[in-house]
């Protein structure tokens, strides 16, 4: 599986960035995907997950803010990111589980700043 992601860049706090993530390399319906980032000096953290069921789960710093949504026929998850806030700024890595094997994307830049 291969995870291709895009939409990062340069925004003022307050603003909003929408990225996406098509997954590649499979015909199955992609069991779980999702977003976590990491900012400098950091740890990787998630952001959020959401099943091919439609179940989401979102870290609390985004909760209200940022909003999970997928297409399962294209394997394809996106993140609208609204209330941007410096604290937001991180590479933001596209995740997907497929039968417990985890893939990952390669990152897209994420900078809130004014």
């Known amino acids: 599986v291969q995870l291709q992601a895009s939409g990062g860049g340069l925004v003022q706090p307050g603003g909003s960035l929408r990225l996406s993530c098509a997954a590649s390399?499979?015909?199955?319906?992609?069991?779980?995907m999702g977003w976590y980032r990491q900012a400098p000096g950091k740890q990787r953290e998630l952001v959020a997950t959401i099943t091919n069921g439609g179940f989401t789960n979102y870290a609390d710093s985004v909760k209200g803010r940022f909003t999970i949504s997928r297409d399962n026929a294209k394997n394809t998850v996106y993140l609208q990111m609204n209330s941007l806030k410096p604290e937001d700024t991180a590479v933001y890595y596209c995740?997907?589980?497929?039968?417990?094997?985890?893939?990952w994307g390669q990152g897209t830049l994420v900078t809130v700043s004014s």
């Open positions: 390399g499979t015909s199955f319906s992609i069991n779980v």
């Open positions: 995740h997907a589980n497929l039968w417990m094997v985890d893939y």
